[in-house]
């Protein structure tokens, strides 16, 4: 390993990302999401005119590339930051190309499509979110599931938000603050946690947001920047939002944070970025939200996000919501292997900053030296192993049943074989 030459690229890379922000670049201007379901309420809707400048980035994208070639591939840490600016150079290189087919071109190089085939499995993403909403279409309107209520304001929401992660993050001073420009609930950095302004919060969003935003999100970053020999583990890059969202909606998923209505917008997003990219239009997905239960504010939201491309149509299409869902099957399924195979230091490595599960295996050799440093903030659902491994044992078992041969009065006719051949 080249020390020297890591430090200086690793300062390299940490200094030109620092102008390349994806989600704050593309930015609608406040009001155009009101406007829009103005025009909606009186039976004549247009598509949203949008207009994003494209930052001028290119001699970072230029100093980047310019890494990249530096970098040994064969050395796990030169990989990274090769990987890494790699990463950044194309986030440029999409903001660059805002409002145009290109850069969908480079979301797609950085989150992929939502029917890209797992080849060991033989199914999509597309497959993933279907099966979900096939099964919560029948649980909708059951009167025994109770509609979730939202009677919290975005002010209480932060305050309360705000205690939580003071108690959490004992060495580090992380703002919490309300925004009225934001399109999801709450969007977490390593030192700020933005929470929209116009929202309106459940008991259940308290614990989601703060297992996938305060514990996850904010976690890794803070313990990233902790990373004294590799600075640039603390930057939220392109390439790991993968592994990043997959933790955070398994982090939901175990500490039951996650409800059905969570669950079905993670599914419809998957449904309807493969919408945008084979044609639909801003007016196409909000129709699609809106016939799918969520509401008229929810709905114009949820396409907005789809659209942060600088188009309406045209399949210019941010590809990131993609991602949640093939993250979760991802994550989960790295980490019952993890157990399977006696690696539970992976779950480690992958709170030690922000890192693909690819990252946390070819770098585990220089945690385990000493290199690089355990991740100091770490929620309880990951921290305590004993429970992981034996909730992710238990997953891999269950795994094995096969639902679609089974169906409830196969228990009635259970018992009363059981019967018959304890008389025999």
Same mark, same amino acid.
């Given at each position: 390993?080249?020390?020297?030459?890591?430090?200086?690229?690793?300062?390299?890379?940490?200094?030109?990302?620092?102008?390349?922000?994806?989600?704050?670049?593309?930015?609608?201007?406040?009001?155009?999401?009101?406007?829009?379901?103005?025009?909606?309420?009186?039976?004549?809707?247009?598509?949203?005119?949008?207009?994003?400048?494209?930052?001028?980035?290119?001699?970072?994208?230029?100093?980047?590339?310019?890494?990249?070639?530096?970098?040994?591939?064969?050395?796990?840490?030169?990989?990274?930051?090769?990987?890494?600016?790699?990463?950044?150079?194309?986030?440029?290189?999409?903001?660059?190309?805002?409002?145009?087919?290109?850069?969908?071109?480079?979301?797609?190089?950085?989150?992929?499509?939502?029917?890209?085939?797992?080849?060991?499995?033989?199914?999509?993403?597309?497959?993933?979110?279907?099966?979900?909403?096939?099964?919560?279409?029948?649980?909708?309107?059951?009167?025994?599931?109770?509609?979730?209520?939202?009677?919290?304001?975005?002010?209480?929401?932060?305050?309360?938000?705000?205690?939580?992660?003071?108690?959490?993050?004992?060495?580090?001073?992380?703002?919490?603050?309300?925004?009225?420009?934001?399109?999801?609930?709450?969007?977490?950095?390593?030192?700020?946690?933005?929470?929209?302004?116009?929202?309106?919060?459940?008991?259940?969003?308290?614990?989601?947001?703060?297992?996938?935003?305060?514990?996850?999100?904010?976690?890794?970053?803070?313990?990233?920047?902790?990373?004294?020999?590799?600075?640039?583990?603390?930057?939220?890059?392109?390439?790991?939002?993968?592994?990043? /969202?997959?933790?955070?909606?398994?982090?939901?998923?175990?500490?039951?944070?996650?409800?059905?209505?969570?669950?079905?917008?993670?599914?419809?997003?998957?449904?309807?970025?493969?919408?945008?990219?084979?044609?639909?239009?801003?007016?196409?997905?909000?129709?699609?939200?809106?016939?799918?239960?969520?509401?008229?504010? /929810?709905?114009?939201?949820?396409?907005?996000?789809?659209?942060?491309?600088?188009?309406?149509?045209?399949?210019?299409?941010?590809?990131?919501?993609?991602?949640?869902?093939?993250?979760?099957?991802?994550?989960?399924?790295?980490?019952?292997?993890?157990?399977?195979?006696?690696?539970?230091?992976?779950?480690?490595?992958?709170?030690?900053?922000?890192?693909?599960?690819?990252?946390?295996?070819?770098?585990?050799?220089?945690? /385990?030296?000493?290199?690089?440093?355990?991740?100091?903030?770490?929620?309880?659902?990951?921290?305590?192993?004993?429970?992981?491994?034996?909730?992710?044992?238990?997953?891999?078992?269950?795994?094995?049943?096969?639902?679609?041969?089974?169906?409830?009065?196969?228990?009635?006719?259970?018992? /009363?074989?059981?019967?018959?051949?304890?008389?025999?």
């Amino acid at each position: 390993m080249d020390k020297q030459k890591i430090q200086k690229l690793d300062a390299a890379l940490v200094k030109a990302s620092k102008k390349i922000k994806v989600l704050n670049t593309l930015a609608w201007p406040v009001g155009t999401e009101e406007k829009f379901l103005d025009g909606w309420r009186k039976g004549k809707p247009q598509l949203p005119d949008i207009k994003i400048e494209p930052p001028n980035v290119k001699s970072n994208v230029d100093v980047l590339d310019a890494i990249v070639k530096q970098c040994t591939q064969e050395d796990p840490v030169e990989k990274f930051l090769a990987e890494t600016a790699l990463s950044y150079a194309n986030a440029g290189r999409m903001l660059m190309h805002v409002g145009t087919p290109d850069f969908t071109k480079y979301s797609i190089k950085i989150y992929g499509r939502p029917d890209a085939i797992y080849k060991l499995q033989g199914l999509t993403g597309v497959d993933g979110a279907k099966f979900f909403l096939d099964v919560t279409d029948k649980l909708i309107g059951n009167p025994n599931i109770q509609p979730t209520e939202t009677d919290i304001s975005a002010t209480d929401f932060a305050g309360w938000l705000k205690a939580e992660v003071d108690e959490f993050f004992q060495y580090d001073s992380v703002e919490v603050m309300v925004d009225q420009k934001l399109s999801s609930k709450a969007l977490a950095g390593a030192t700020r946690i933005r929470v929209r302004g116009s929202a309106v919060f459940s008991q259940l969003d308290k614990d989601q947001l703060l297992y996938h935003e305060a514990f996850v999100h904010t976690a890794t970053q803070l313990n990233g920047r902790k990373q004294l020999n590799l600075q640039s583990l603390g930057l939220g890059a392109p390439r790991t939002t993968r592994t990043q /969202e997959g933790i955070a909606v398994m982090a939901e998923l175990i500490t039951n944070s996650i409800d059905i209505s969570r669950l079905r917008r993670i599914a419809l997003r998957v449904i309807a970025v493969k919408m945008a990219l084979d044609g639909a239009d801003f007016i196409d997905l909000f129709k699609f939200f809106l016939e799918a239960g969520q509401s008229e504010e /929810e709905s114009v939201k949820s396409a907005q996000r789809i659209f942060r491309g600088g188009a309406v149509k045209g399949g210019v299409v941010f590809t990131k919501d993609a991602v949640y869902l093939q993250g979760l099957l991802e994550v989960h399924t790295f980490l019952r292997l993890a157990i399977r195979d006696n690696q539970p230091n992976l779950m480690r490595n992958l709170f030690a900053g922000r890192l693909t599960m690819a990252d946390a295996l070819r770098l585990n050799p220089l945690f /385990e030296s000493g290199w690089l440093i355990p991740p100091t903030y770490m929620p309880t659902w990951a921290s305590d192993l004993r429970r992981l491994a034996a909730m992710m044992a238990y997953s891999a078992f269950i795994g094995n049943v096969k639902l679609d041969k089974m169906y409830l009065n196969r228990y009635i006719e259970g018992e /009363e074989e059981i019967k018959a051949q304890a008389e025999l």
